[in-house]
């Protein structure tokens, strides 16, 4: 790692992969305590970025649509802007967009949002036949387990028996999509 301190910047700090090193860049008058933190951030995520890459979420999805007989979606990215949901769907468009912060997770966690959100390409809703969907891959109680102990989905987000008509799942009132 490398920390570049910069009198021309002013608020700002990023940083960078320069031939295997990481390079930050800072204001130079920036305090240490926040230098310290804002570094700690930049190295994470562009650790994660770098994790995110070496995965073809393309690929993976289209291999689990398939094994899960599911709809194959028009295209599946990472995005950093999730912060709160670790995946979203837009069914008439096909697009899948997967949180970055699922790179820092198992690869059968990031199966299972996969896998839940190509079942938004069949079924929108948080029904009995969306779960039904989701439910066909191996793993997705104990995923879901997994997101719960991480505060990432709601615990009771899942019917166990048939929901109420009109009455969102917590899941739902949560904003997951």
Not at 103 to 115: K, Q, R, S
Request: glycine share 6%; hydrophobic share 40%; charged share 30%.
């Amino acid at each position: 790692m490398r920390i570049v301190r910069s009198t021309r910047r002013r608020k700002t700090a990023s940083a960078r992969l320069v031939d295997g090193t990481i390079e930050v860049r800072v204001p130079a008058g920036m305090l240490p305590a926040d230098e310290e933190r804002c570094v700690a951030d930049l190295i994470r995520r562009t650790m994660r970025r770098q994790r995110s890459d070496s995965v073809d979420l393309d690929r993976r999805a289209g291999r689990l649509a398939t094994r899960f007989e599911l709809p194959r979606p028009r295209s599946v990215r990472w995005v950093d802007n999730q912060q709160r949901r670790w995946g979203s769907c837009t069914p008439h468009t096909g697009e899948i967009r997967i949180s970055r912060q699922l790179a820092d997770m198992p690869a059968w966690v990031l199966d299972y949002v996969l896998v839940h959100e190509l079942a938004h390409l069949a079924v929108a809703a948080h029904d009995e036949r969306f779960w039904a969907l989701v439910n066909r891959y191996p793993r997705t109680e104990r995923a879901r387990g997994f997101l719960i102990a991480k505060g990432l989905e709601a615990d009771d987000a899942a019917p166990t028996a048939p929901a109420q008509s009109g009455s969102p799942s917590a899941h739902e009132a949560a904003g997951a999509e």
